[in-house]
């Protein structure tokens, strides 16, 4: 989990915020708003959605695969699932589809 917060406040959370609720600094001067990390969408998501997501970035998300390994990846994405998701901020429940 320490390098995967480590990894997460350097290239994440100027965007997602340090919580993970998408109040970064410069994630506050975007048009829209980034994903909040711990609302029950994103939890609802699988870990291979976070890791690709990163990996290939997504319509305003730049890609990290060139900036963090495969590993580092996964790294930040138990980070959101083990820390940020768990902690107090996440929503109580994930709704069931």
Not at 17 to 40: E, F, N, S, W
Request: aromatic share 10%; glycine share 12%; proline share 3%.
């Amino acid at each position: 989990a320490e390098r995967g917060n480590k990894l997460y406040q350097i290239y994440c959370a100027t965007c997602h915020g340090k919580t993970g609720q998408g109040d970064g600094l410069v994630g506050a001067k975007l048009l829209l708003k980034p994903y909040d990390l711990t609302a029950a969408q994103t939890r609802g998501r699988t870990d291979g959605f976070i890791w690709g997501y990163m990996t290939f970035g997504g319509a305003l998300m730049p890609s990290y695969a060139n900036d963090l390994t495969a590993s580092e990846r996964w790294d930040v994405t138990n980070y959101i699932r083990n820390v940020l998701q768990k902690s107090g901020h996440a929503e109580a429940s994930v709704q069931p589809k």
